[in-house]
């Protein structure tokens, strides 16, 4: 079986004036359909960069992009809104929630752009917001509004969840809840969920663990114990 | 400041250097109107300040109808208040070029000054000698060219030149002659076209008919120190030229006496020795004649006697021979004496004509005489100061018109300038959040914090000030006098510097600037530092009104529900710009309007209410025959007697002038009578009287109000006001002729005529074949009237235009102002819709949505301060003989609305440009 995710010798360089930067160096990685992954480095080690390239928010210099069986290097800046429209969903660290719309009215807002969107309510009651769906952001508690975030995204139905840092602006019990509603997401629904952080500990609750050190994969592995996202300790 | 403090504030204008400009402009957009506005009539009447000095413009025209001498000149100039004084001469005289055959020219003859009201030369050189001249530039004339005055004059004008052809040698301006118009006169066709300057040897006459003072002062013209010293000094001169003209006079007036005494001893004396030869004369006569009858007697007796003789003695006797030869020596003597005598007769016949003819003729001088005496014995003396020469009183009105916009309008600018700094300091300080916490943190003051936002606002402001003032006060005053130019003489307009109009524009700039700056910062900066780094909570969303109206609200698509959230959610945002935008929509609604209420007076005027084809003016005791000739020649006229009379408001009196109508019957062909709504209203009844609209609003009249009006002779009328009419031009009072009979109890004949033309001839030779029929004052042709006003207005049409070009610049910054701060304060937010896959389109619809809908509102609160506005501005305009009507004709409305769409759209096509840019990691970033 074919890979969901691949890259293949992605290369990202940046110019500065005279110098250039190479935020990726060859990243090569794949992501089974299904597999709940972590990606994870420090700072500067090219993660976002692969999160942005990966959410089809930038460019890559060189290499091919896979997902689900399209090449997603070679798009043209509307197809890639449109990859970003359909195929992904995406959780910010800071939720990015529209400020004056309800939670129901942030989910739908993401759900209404899609082919095949799921019910925002039923997403919502997913998550656990079934009580507080009419709320706004700002009357909603950081992880509440971290599960909102992760209702508009699982309402576009994409093929793919991109989360970056989703525990980062969030304390330590809400962090581990928000870690639990992902794994629990990505074993009930089969949704292939990509996590991004520099939190190691994370990794010992994913079925793939990608290591990222100075713009290259030095390690990918698959977890053989994998914990529950309620046992893990940071 | 720090030197790092310094480093990072130059830096954030570096990176925002498009807020930096935005600040930077508005600034000098409202600096540069409002400077130039304000100096263009100080710039214009200080340019014609130093015009009239640089040519000694007079203070007094001082007449006296018996002349002056130039002892009276020297008496003058002796006085201590004095700089000069000069003698001078002028009366109207009409004139033609004989070599072009050009129409008659009634042309102000002058004497060419040497200290007093020196003209200067455009083309050529002066006139030198007797058959030379110099005239009015831009009226056709060419040097080399010879005028001719006409022998149609009056012999008292013809006596008073040498010659009778003149020779052009310069084209010349005048301070006396400021503006095309030149006044009246009583003769030619009425007015006067042109002037003539002739050297003193031109002129064969010993007296001036006027002298012209200068005054020892440098007080600027129309300034009230300059109107007070001359009202100081009225007094003082009115009686000092009386008793220099009696001095003058009474020389005269000895002169005429003795000539009249010496003429009647003459003539006495002359009649006496006249009489006495004549009898003596008769005597002699007498004496004669009887001679001859005894010689005649005797001559018979000796004839007599000789036929005796002969029948006696025989006719051959010698005796007889001697006798008859003696006889016939005696008949030859008779003969001869009867010839004598008729001779002698004829002569004394002579005599008595020559004696009759003589005595007539002393008779006559002494006349003459005692008329001379007469007319000096009625003399009078007038003292006339500037405010009496037409262009020095024209120039003050219309120069007053741009002082009357500039009152109001660069507030407004000023206001929404201030606003928009606001706003821009506000968000800048809110961005800067964070940072100022830091600082404060470290241990900076409030004021060096404080310090680099001042600097930052209060540069830009100061820049843009310097910029706007030197633009506007340069521009301004120019382009307006291009306009003027037009009716005054060309000359250029200096640069003008108001030290404290440029004081003004500058602490307005700082009030705009580091007023707002400080309005902005001081919230921000009370908070502690702590406060200051956590990030600011975003502003909570919560239900907006029209969410409670669900039959509305459940009909709106989702994404304009989310646009009216938005639209509501951020009050301060949304008052900024519905506010902004609404100034800017009432800054051209009012330059539209203006432009309507201004071009528009005219053809109501002249087209809807005061509908005759024109006005005769003629002389009252010509009535019957006027009346005659007006039946014959006319379609129709209407009688009234025309006075001016004084309006008493107030204990104060305004001149308005009165209309006697004799009978309103058919006065509706003439003058339609209605009011502002356009309703008709009635005529007056005995004792009533309907006035001018503009003499209701100016002095406080209403309807049922008693108005008193005196008149010279301070004969008094008391009208009961029954209506106000619209009328736009000068101060009208109507009423009966019979009212005015009654009250000032004596008959009154009509002077005036409203007249339709026949149709056929042109109007042109109608009013002209009226008008030379004796007792026919003037003819005035209201089309003619009407292009005269119209371009007379036109040039209050190009500040219209001025103002609309600022008002649109300043519509236009504002617009793009907000609504990049709009999208800078969002771009978070911006980024991660970007993220959920919104297309470009959408995402910009999503943003601009909200603007296109502000925008709306904007021009509607835009409507509703500019009606107002507009109002106000046009109360301000006052010009004493046009009632401006105040009207915003719809298509201004739909003007101003669309040049402010215009602008929003193509602020929104940059704001795409600014959108597409926004970076999608924005949303990876954390809130800072």
């Not at chain 2, 705009?512 to 900066?525: D, H, Y």
């Not at chain 2, 911006?830 to 949505?849: H, M, N, P, Q």
Request: include cysteine.
């Amino acid at each position: 079986m074919s890979a969901f995710v691949e890259f293949k010798n992605v290369k990202k360089t940046y110019k500065m004036g005279e110098t250039e930067i190479h935020a990726l160096n060859g990243a090569d990685f794949e992501i089974n359909k299904g597999e709940f992954c972590v990606i994870v480095g420090a700072s500067g080690a090219g993660k976002t960069t692969i999160l942005n390239i990966l959410g089809g928010m930038d460019t890559l210099t060189s290499g091919n992009v896979i997902l689900d069986g399209t090449d997603i290097s070679k798009m043209s800046k509307k197809q890639l809104t449109s990859y970003r429209r359909y195929d992904i969903g995406f959780v910010f660290q800071f939720y990015n929630l529209v400020q004056n719309l309800t939670a129901l009215e942030n989910v739908e807002l993401a759900a209404q752009i899609c082919r095949e969107p799921l019910n925002a309510a039923d997403v919502l009651k997913q998550v656990g917001l079934e009580e507080r769906m009419k709320n706004f952001p700002a009357q909603l508690s950081g992880g509440e509004q971290q599960r909102v975030a992760i209702a508009r995204a699982l309402a576009k139905n994409p093929k793919l969840l991109l989360c970056d840092e989703p525990t980062g602006a969030l304390d330590y019990n809400t962090g581990k809840a928000v870690l639990k509603l992902l794994q629990d997401t990505c074993r009930k629904t089969g949704m292939t969920v990509v996590v991004i952080t520099h939190n190691s500990a994370i990794s010992a609750m994913a079925d793939r663990i990608i290591t990222v050190k100075n713009g290259k994969v030095s390690d990918m592995r698959l977890n053989d114990n994998i914990a529950d996202a309620a046992d893990i300790e940071w | 400041m720090a030197r790092s403090m310094r480093k990072t504030t130059l830096r954030e204008i570096k990176h925002t250097f498009g807020r930096y400009m935005a600040i930077l402009a508005i600034i000098a957009l409202g600096v540069g109107f409002f400077s130039g506005v304000r100096d263009t009539t100080p710039a214009m009447v200080n340019m014609m300040n130093g015009f009239l000095e640089e040519n000694n413009f007079y203070d007094f025209r001082i007449i006296s109808t018996s002349g002056w001498n130039d002892k009276s000149v020297e008496e003058f100039a002796e006085q201590p208040d004095v700089l000069m004084a000069e003698g001078s001469i002028s009366f109207d005289a009409s004139y033609y070029v004989p070599s072009r055959s050009i129409d008659e020219a009634v042309l102000k003859t002058h004497m060419l000054p040497e200290k007093i009201n020196t003209i200067k030369v455009v083309e050529g050189t002066l006139p030198e000698n007797s058959e030379e001249c110099a005239v009015e530039q831009g009226r056709g004339y060419k040097i080399g060219e010879k005028i001719r005055i006409n022998e149609s004059n009056d012999s008292e004008v013809l006596e008073m030149v040498k010659s009778r052809e003149f020779t052009v040698t310069a084209l010349v301006i005048s301070p006396y002659y400021l503006n095309r118009e030149k006044g009246t006169t009583t003769i030619g066709n009425g007015t006067v076209d042109g002037f003539v300057y002739m050297p003193k040897s031109a002129f064969d006459t010993e007296y001036f008919s006027e002298i012209f003072v200068c005054l020892d002062n440098d007080y600027v013209m129309y300034s009230e120190e300059y109107n007070d010293f001359i009202d100081d000094r009225t007094e003082k001169w009115e009686k000092l030229s009386e008793e220099t003209a009696l001095k003058h006079h009474n020389k005269l007036l000895a002169d005429a006496e003795a000539e009249l005494a010496d003429a009647k001893e003459e003539y006495e004396s002359g009649i006496k020795e006249g009489q006495e030869e004549l009898d003596k004369a008769a005597a002699e006569l007498a004496d004669g004649k009887k001679t001859l009858e005894d010689t005649k007697k005797q001559l018979d007796a000796a004839k007599a006697d000789i036929d005796m003789l002969k029948a006696y003695i025989g006719a051959n006797s010698p005796d007889v021979q001697k006798a008859e030869t003696d006889y016939s020596n005696g008949v030859a003597e008779y003969e001869k004496g009867v010839a004598d005598l008729e001779k002698g007769e004829k002569e004394y016949k002579d005599a008595l004509a020559e004696f009759e003819e003589k005595s007539a003729e002393g008779g006559q001088k002494i006349a003459d005489a005692e008329k001379e005496i007469a007319k000096l014995k009625a003399r009078s003396v007038y003292v006339l100061n500037r405010n009496t020469n037409i262009g020095y009183a024209l120039f003050e009105n219309d120069s007053e018109i741009v002082e009357q916009v500039a009152k109001v309008f660069p507030v407004f600018f000023i206001l929404v300038a201030a606003l928009v700094c606001m706003t821009t300091m506000s968000r800048m300080v809110e961005e800067q959040r964070t940072q100022i916490g830091i600082l404060k943190a470290i241990g900076y003051s409030e004021t060096s914090i404080m310090g680099k936002f001042m600097f930052y606002s209060c540069s830009a402001a100061l820049i843009g000030c310097v910029l706007g003032f030197a633009v506007g006060t340069k521009l301004f005053p120019a382009i307006i006098w291009v306009t003027y130019k037009i009716m005054y003489i060309p000359i250029d307009i200096p640069y003008y510097f108001d030290k404290n109009l440029a004081l003004a524009a500058a602490a307005v700039s700082m009030l705009c600037s580091a007023g707002t700056t400080w309005i902005a910062c001081r919230v921000e900066l009370k908070e502690t530092a702590a406060s200051l780094m956590r990030p600011k909570a975003p502003k909570a969303g919560k239900r907006v009104l029209p969410e409670y109206i669900p039959f509305l609200w459940n009909r709106l698509k989702f994404l304009h529900k989310v646009s009216i959230r938005n639209i509501f959610r951020y009050k301060g945002r949304f008052f900024m710009m519905v506010t902004g935008i609404g100034g800017c929509m009432a800054l051209l609604l009012t330059g539209f309007g203006l432009k309507d209420s201004i071009a528009g007076f005219a053809d109501t005027q002249y087209g809807e209410i005061q509908t005759a084809d024109a006005a005769v003016s003629f002389l009252d005791e010509k009535y019957e025959k006027i009346n005659e000739l007006l039946t014959e020649k006319t379609n129709g006229f209407a009688m009234m007697n025309h006075g001016s009379w004084d309006l008493l408001y107030e204990d104060r009196v305004k001149s308005i002038d009165l209309e006697a109508v004799e009978d309103f019957g058919n006065i509706s062909e003439f003058m339609v009578f209605r009011d502002l709504e356009k309703q008709s209203i009635s005529t007056p009844d005995l004792n009533e009287a309907i006035i001018s609209h503009s003499i209701s609003d100016r002095y406080n009249v209403e309807i049922g109000d008693e108005i008193t009006l005196r008149d010279a002779d301070m004969r008094e009328l008391h009208l009961t006001v029954t209506g106000v009419f619209e009328n736009h031009t000068y101060n009208l009072i109507y009423t009966t002729l019979e009212t005015l009979e009654k009250q000032l109890n004596e008959d009154i004949t009509p002077n005036k005529t409203f007249i339709n033309f026949k149709t056929g001839e042109t109007h042109g030779k109608q009013a002209a074949d009226i008008n030379k029929n004796s007792g026919v004052i003037s003819v005035e042709q209201f089309a003619k009237t009407r292009d005269r006003m119209a371009e007379m207005m036109s040039s209050l049409d190009y500040i219209v235009i001025l103002v609309i070009a600022c008002a649109a610049a300043l519509a236009f910054i504002v617009i793009y102002n907000l609504t990049n701060i709009n999208i800078t304060e969002r771009q978070r937010e911006i980024a991660a819709i970007k993220v959920l896959g919104f297309f470009r389109r959408e995402t910009s619809a999503y943003v601009l949505r909200e603007n296109i809908a502000l925008t709306f509102m904007g021009i509607l609160a835009g409507i509703a301060i500019g009606i107002p506005l507009h109002s106000f501005v046009m109360s301000q305009i006052k010009v004493d003989i046009v009632d401006f009507s105040t009207v915003i004709l719809p298509q201004s409305y739909i003007y101003s609305a669309v040049l402010t769409l215009i602008f929003n759209f193509v602020v929104n096509l940059f704001m795409e440009i600014k959108l597409e840019r926004i970076n999608m990691a924005e949303s990876l970033k954390s809130v800072d």
